[in-house]
């Protein structure tokens, strides 16, 4: 299958807790996005990424830092990070940033993956 694409935003129980109002929020947990609700990262932090340097990476994303930010900003960004692996020749990538963040630090998670050319065997 040539051109598939995963862009996925994890949601943890607890944090929808806190979403929801049914859990108190610690210190250190940012709230969640739902209903519009935004947060402010300070900085980005990216795994798994070995065919685009992380400095490209930051250079992306870099217009994100240091003001509110909503659920469809993340998925824009996520976007952007997956535009750019494409430009690159990478078919899938999935770009991962789970809803539990800590201390305005944003954690990307980067599954690079290539589909190779399939050949046909002669019959």
Same mark, same amino acid.
């Given at each position: ?5 995963? !862009? ?5 129980? /607890? ?6 109002? *049914? ?5 250190? *947990? ?7 609700? *935004? ?7 990216? %795994? ?5 340097? *992380? ?6 994303? %870099?217009?994100?830092?240091?003001? /509110? ?12 990070? !997956? ?14 940033? /789970? ?5 305005? !630090?944003?954690?990307?998670?980067i599954?690079e ?11």
């Amino acid at each position: 299958m040539l051109g598939i694409l995963s !862009v996925i935003l994890i949601h943890s129980a /607890p944090f929808d807790e806190v979403a929801q109002g *049914t859990a108190v929020p610690k210190k250190d *947990t940012e709230l969640s996005l739902k209903g519009g609700r *935004t947060i402010v990262v300070r900085e980005i932090q990216f %795994s798994g990424n070995n065919a685009i340097p *992380t400095k490209q990476l930051e250079d992306l994303t %870099s217009f994100y830092l240091n003001k /509110p930010i909503a659920a469809a900003d993340l998925s824009e960004m996520q976007q952007k990070i !997956v535009s750019l692996y494409k430009s690159k020749g990478y078919s899938q990538v999935k770009v991962l940033i /789970p809803s539990k963040q800590k201390g305005g !630090v944003l954690t990307v998670s980067i599954q690079e993956g290539r589909i190779m050319s399939s050949k046909k065997s002669p019959t």
